[in-house]
């Protein structure tokens, strides 16, 4: 049996370029998508997979995600004195508790290569989930939690993974398929944002992993690739063929790129409708400018 997961790394030091003006003085992973941002669906969806240990690794002008994962004592108190218990238990609710959570900095945007590379002494020698909070699950079991079952059946590194256009093979890490079972995929090679032509399949990765820590290691070796940046990717591809087992995982659900104002707005509409108290108002707003 495949050892358990407990640690999960939030890479958050990414200057979040795509949607200024807004992220000029706000982390762009606290951008909400209805009434929660983005970095608190990616630690909750981590929790229900069962980790124990959440590491953030930050850079400059981050102190915002550090603060919403604390205890706001005045606004609890100002709630508690307004008679509102249901909201102060909603807001306690996602809080980590004391000890769970710890944060380390990128001090040099070098890309998510790098960033993991930073987190390796808070993990340590054992298997790691990295979750990308650009990119928003909406499924009925969350996407970390499909990885980790089947993780511990068969062990090794696993990256959630989707089929894409063609066209948008350049925007992914592609993967070289091995055996296919419709459920778990073989690695046999991968390539970072390969131009269409030269893309070995169309099967590409998005922001959810489960490593073995030995990817530490090829970080600290691998060269800058694409955009100049030390890429997960590079490292990875470094792993594939060895000892342990490599696995793509097609999920169930469906995928947001929030790291796009367009994927973003979708991720909006799409968990708008989705809510009970939102879906006829959702409607009623996309039937008025449609």
């Not at 002008?61 to 102060?88: M, N, P």
């Not at 000892?243 to 708008?272: E, N, S």
């Amino acid at each position: 049996m495949a050892q358990h997961v407990r640690k999960a790394v939030f890479p958050v030091g990414g200057l979040g370029t795509r949607f200024l003006p807004a992220t000029k003085s706000m982390p762009k992973e606290m951008l909400p998508v209805v009434d929660k941002p983005l970095i608190q669906y990616a630690v909750e969806e981590a929790r229900e997979a069962g980790i124990e240990q959440f590491i953030f690794v930050t850079g400059r002008g981050k102190a915002a995600i550090e603060d919403h994962f604390d205890h706001s004592y005045e606004l609890e108190e100002t709630l508690q004195e307004r008679g509102k218990e249901a909201q102060v238990k909603d807001l306690n609710s996602w809080v980590p508790k004391p000890g769970q959570v710890a944060y380390t900095r990128q001090q040099r945007p070098l890309g998510l290569g790098h960033a993991v590379w930073c987190a390796r002494e808070l993990v340590g020698d054992e298997p790691f989930a990295v979750l990308l909070a650009d990119d928003v699950i909406q499924a009925p079991q969350s996407c970390l939690k499909q990885m980790v079952d089947a993780h511990a059946i068969v062990g090794g590194s696993m990256i959630a993974v989707m089929d894409v256009p063609r066209r948008h093979t350049a925007r992914y890490g592609i993967l070289e398929v091995g055996t296919d079972d419709g459920h778990l995929v073989e690695v046999k090679g991968l390539v970072e944002k390969p131009a269409p032509d030269k893309a070995p399949s169309t099967l590409g990765i998005i922001g959810r992993y489960i490593l073995e820590p030995e990817v530490f290691e090829h970080l600290g070796r691998v060269a800058r690739g694409a955009g100049n940046e030390i890429q997960l990717t590079d490292a990875l591809a470094c792993m594939v063929g060895g000892a342990k087992p490599f696995h793509g995982f097609r999920f169930q659900g469906q995928r947001f790129d929030c790291g796009d104002k367009a994927g973003f707005l979708r991720a909006t509409v799409a968990f708008a409708l989705a809510r009970p108290d939102l879906a006829e108002h959702m409607k009623r707003i996309l039937k008025d400018y449609c």
